[in-house]
């Protein structure tokens, strides 16, 4: 599919490489979550925004970590290295507008408890900060 040749192929993190291609026919309001900050911290704006988003509200961190299958930590399978981190302090609403190109399917298995599964459904924006009219509309500290 398109998203194989895109970089650190987001396709794998869709359950068995599946997703769905669709555009936009308004403007959409999506939720991710993430590091604090992106409204209320000058400086950490970019906080806001990420690729990965879900069409509701997370309720919880550990739901976000085991149905979005989230890692606090990222390590390489084959170096081991720490390659990155996924705070979650906060839940964005972002104006996706219409038009945008979204990839939206299962969310894959990322090992351990981060499940994912056929019942939790993810978007993948490729990055939504270049897009024209894309717009963190609010910020919620999440538990």
């Known amino acids: 599919g398109p998203l194989a040749e895109v970089r650190g192929n987001p396709a794998s993190n869709f359950l068995a490489g599946k997703y769905n291609v669709k555009i936009f026919d308004e403007d959409t309001t999506l939720y991710r979550s993430g590091k604090k900050g992106g409204l209320t911290i000058p400086g950490e704006e970019q ?37 990155g981190t996924s705070p979650i302090e906060s839940t964005y609403a972002i104006k996706i507008p219409k038009g945008t190109t979204i990839y939206e399917g ?3 298995y990322q090992g351990g408890h981060y499940l994912g599964g056929e019942n939790c459904n993810q978007i993948f924006i490729s990055e939504p900060w270049k897009i024209n009219g894309v717009e963190p509309l609010s910020e919620t500290p999440i538990k």
């Open 106 to 108: 299962p969310v894959g």
């Open 47 to 83: 906080n806001a925004l990420g690729q990965w988003f879900t069409r509701e509200p997370a309720e919880s961190v550990a739901k976000v970590r085991i149905d979005s299958a989230v890692k606090a930590q990222w390590i390489d399978p084959k170096t081991g290295v720490l390659t």
